[in-house]
């Protein structure tokens, strides 16, 4: 079959759960978009999530992974890049619902990015040695706490 996805790296699988936790967040956000929720609660949301999950998640594969790889290659460049114009998005202040769309929108494509390209990629690019090296430095998926208030609903 054509362009069969590969599987899952077991490196990898933290950086893709996390991934996941992303996608609920957008999801979240493109809901509260959609019934109008109130800014300032999408704003607190945004924050905490920003904060708590995204950017140490950046910071990891910054930091970490893509080290490892051909900087100039332009999967890299791109993923790089999405991350600097998710935070802009993320500190501009004060948000409007033309934001948080722009969030969840370029957050998508970003996390499809990866994980439909990028981290295809990684795997055939690092060997086994590399990935086992990664793997030990991120050997758990962070967790992603109930927001106590879902705006979303």
């Not at 077991?10 to 967040?25: C, M, Q, V």
């Not at 704003?43 to 080290?67: R, S, T, V």
């Not at 055939?124 to 962070?142: G, V, Y």
Request: glycine fraction near 2%; hydrophobic fraction near 40%.
């Amino acid at each position: 079959m054509p362009n069969e996805p590969l599987k899952r790296h077991e490196a990898l699988k933290n950086l893709s759960r996390e991934h996941h936790d992303g996608l609920i967040f957008a999801l979240r956000l493109q809901k509260g978009v959609a019934k109008r929720a109130r800014l300032e609660e999408m704003e607190n949301y945004a924050i905490w999530f920003w904060k708590q999950h995204l950017l140490p998640h950046f910071k990891m594969e910054e930091l970490q992974l893509f080290p490892m790889l051909k900087e100039d290659y332009e999967l890299v460049k791109t993923a790089r890049q999405q991350h600097r114009d998710l935070e802009s998005l993320f500190n501009t202040q004060p948000k409007t619902y033309k934001d948080f769309k722009a969030i969840y929108e370029l957050l998508q494509l970003h996390i499809r990015l990866e994980e439909r390209e990028l981290f295809n990629w990684i795997q055939e690019e690092l060997n086994s040695e590399e990935l086992a090296k990664f793997q030990a430095i991120h050997d758990s998926q962070s967790t992603c706490e109930v927001w106590p208030h879902p705006f979303w609903k």
